[in-house]
């Protein structure tokens, strides 16, 4: 039953770019393409977050990703393919060189988070510094592929057809919520939820502390990495601001929270909401309402937090499982 | 590179240390005894600077006044956070408690855009520069640095002389034991958080004399506010205010040297190294 359902709504979002819906056609695959990548970059971050490794740089990841790519591309004409691959691997090596000592030495908690605060801010501050190469504050703009490809190069990643993005972006997220059930279904969940319960009774029973956080930091910073690529690939456009940092980072672990960190859907749900809800904000008041839609999230993440810590859809989920238990034990 | 620029610059890092460490104690002084890391914190001080600036620039109030009035506001706010987001998750996983004051954050930065808009707003006080054996000193740091001391001895003073200063560093120690006293915890909470809001108020007073307010101002100095008092133990005052002159020191003198993001890039790796190398902080007790 449940397949179906799923099926049904895969199904639909498959044939959605081939809908003739005119004009607005393409400002919702669109945004459709944001929510997915971003989703899945929120997936990744949940998949550190829900067991109590919360990370305030994961915009660290993104960017490195991002920047990797394009920088290749625009100086060196090396393929995003072999950009992506070089940013993948250098988010995972930062994810090694600052996960290690921190999970060695017990860093944990409110330190854990500022350790990674700093990271973020380091990662954006060297693109700023560094700004010969990336642009600075500026930004860099993604060069365009050889005009004669027709906007459309594989070995460039770049399409002019949205419809192509869209399907990437579908794909990388069913890719994202894949992993997230694995590790779920996995033993490294039970290992590390035992951790994030109690991490000295859990070394005592021979789990390897180390080892484990240190294997999801990486599968966390490698996906957020993807997910910075993609998204510079599709924007052609990367900032410090809005690829690294705090801004950033916050905003991915916000999308998690608020949909909730600890259900397979909860980050794409949380994300989905967010992003709706800027676009609506912006195109029904422009910049009359600059810094509205963050104000209505600030507030709705302090409330979540305090009367809903699931999250929405988590809240919901458990709502409906423990209806369906009343309903098939009635005596009780 | 000229020695007498370096000179200057170590003393600028000096007197921009006093600022860095008004308000990493305000913080700090609520972590310590709260045992809750506001995120949001130099937000709060951002809508301070904004306070002293409109009561100066619109109602054209003295200085002094709206400093004043600045720092009762910002009292009142610490007060109003605490019963309002504080108070309800005081007993949630840590976790929690950083992310809802990450969400005050976003709240207070959006809605100060949206009240104020991105506009840099300067009091453009015509504040004299002195000029020492060579060297170029602002007055206004110069007054940061003094006002700041004298905070901080006057904060010592309430810590170690009073009743409530008492109490509220017995908490910090144990705040089981404290409530089993029969002390009341909730009023010293309350007492500690208009406190450290009204360092914070202090704070605003001292920077909008320096620096331009907007509504991102505090995510120029809030990472380096945190990690300051991380580096010095999280609850240490004599840590947070060696670590504040550390990090301005480097940020001032690295500044110099070669751009003014490696400097902050410098100030966080030693964060890190740090935190790793002595998680308990330069002067901290271990937990």
């Known amino acids: 039953m449940r397949r179906a359902v799923a099926a049904a709504g895969l199904a639909a979002l498959a ?81 090694v060189v600052i996960g290690y000592p921190c999970f060695r030495y017990r860093v944990v908690g409110h330190y854990f988070a500022l350790v990674t605060l700093a990271v973020g801010e380091v990662v954006r501050l060297l693109i700023i510094a560094e700004r010969d190469w990336t642009g600075g504050s500026l930004g860099v703009t993604l060069k365009d592929a050889a005009k004669d490809a027709g906007g459309f190069s594989l070995a460039a990643l770049q399409f002019a057809d949205k419809r192509v993005f869209y399907y990437i972006a579908l794909a990388v997220w069913l890719g ?41 930091t990486v599968l966390s910073a490698a996906l957020c990495a993807v997910g910075g690529i993609l998204y510079g690939q599709y924007v052609t456009y990367l900032n410090p601001e809005t690829l690294a940092g705090i801004g950033v980072s916050l905003q991915v672990v916000f999308a998690a929270v608020l949909g909730g960190m600890y259900s397979l859907l909860g980050p794409t749900v949380g994300t989905a909401i967010t992003i709706a809800l800027a676009e609506y904000l912006r195109v029904a008041f422009g910049v009359k309402l600059l810094g509205m839609a963050e104000t209505i999230y600030g507030l709705a993440l302090i409330l979540i937090i305090i009367f809903l810590p699931e999250g929405l859809y988590g809240t919901l989920r458990v709502l409906a499982i423990r209806r369906r238990a009343t309903a098939t034990a009635p005596g009780r | 590179m000229d020695a007498i620029l370096i000179a200057e ?47 100066v620039a619109r109602f054209g109030w003295s200085v002094w006044l709206a400093g004043l009035a600045a720092v009762a506001l910002m009292a009142a706010l610490g ?110 909470y309350l007492v500690t958080s208009g406190i450290g809001g009204a360092m914070g108020g202090l704070a605003a007073v001292l920077l909008i004399l320096q620096y331009s307010v907007h509504p991102h101002f505090g995510a120029s100095f809030g990472p380096l506010t945190f990690m300051i008092c991380v580096l010095g133990g999280l609850g240490s005052m004599p840590g947070a205010f060696v670590a504040s002159f550390l990090m301005s020191e480097v940020i001032s003198i690295g500044g110099i ?18 935190i790793v190398v002595r998680p308990q902080g330069l002067l901290g007790r271990r937990a």
Request: glycine share 10%; aromatic share 12%; net charge positive.
């Open chain 1, 15 to 95: 044939l959605l770019p081939w809908l003739p819906l005119g004009g607005a056609h393409l400002y919702y695959l669109h945004v459709l393409i944001l929510i997915f990548t971003w989703a899945f970059v929120n997936t990744a971050w949940s998949l550190m977050g829900r067991f109590g490794l919360v990370s305030l740089g994961h915009g660290a990841f993104i960017g490195i990703g991002a920047y990797s790519a394009v920088l290749l591309w625009n100086f060196w004409r090396i393929s995003p393919l072999i950009g992506g691959v070089v940013g993948v691997a250098g988010a995972a090596i930062v994810a």
């Open chain 1, 176 to 216: 994202g919520l894949a992993v997230w059930r694995r590790v779920d279904r996995s033993m490294a969940r039970s290992a590390m939820e035992a951790i994030g319960e109690d991490e000295t009774a859990a070394a005592c029973v021979g789990i390897p502390v180390t080892r484990f956080k240190l294997r999801i």
């Open chain 2, 9 to 55: 610059s170590a003393v600028n890092g000096i007197l921009l240390g006093g600022v860095l460490a008004l308000l990493a104690l305000g913080l700090n002084l609520i972590f310590g005894v709260v045992d809750i890391v506001w995120i949001a914190y130099v937000d709060l001080v951002m809508l301070g600077m904004y306070a002293v600036y409109w009561l």
């Open chain 2, 257 to 274: 040297i070669t751009s003014t993001e490696m400097a902050y890039v410098v100030a966080f790796v030693i964060f890190i190294a740090a």
């Open chain 2, 79 to 188: 007060v109003l956070v605490h019963l309002a987001i504080i108070a309800p998750i005081l007993s949630s996983p840590p976790v929690n408690q950083l992310l809802a004051t990450g969400g005050l954050l976003f709240f207070v930065q959006s809605f100060a855009t949206f009240l104020f808009t991105t506009d840099h707003r300067s009091l453009r006080l015509a504040l004299p520069t002195l000029q020492v054996a060579g060297m170029y000193v602002s007055f206004a740091r110069l007054l940061a640095f003094g006002v700041s001391l004298l905070a901080m001895v006057g904060l010592y003073l309430f810590l170690t002389r009073t009743y409530m200063g008492t109490a509220m560093r017995a908490v910090s120690q144990d705040r089981e034991a404290v409530a089993l006293m029969g002390a009341d915890t909730r009023r010293i």
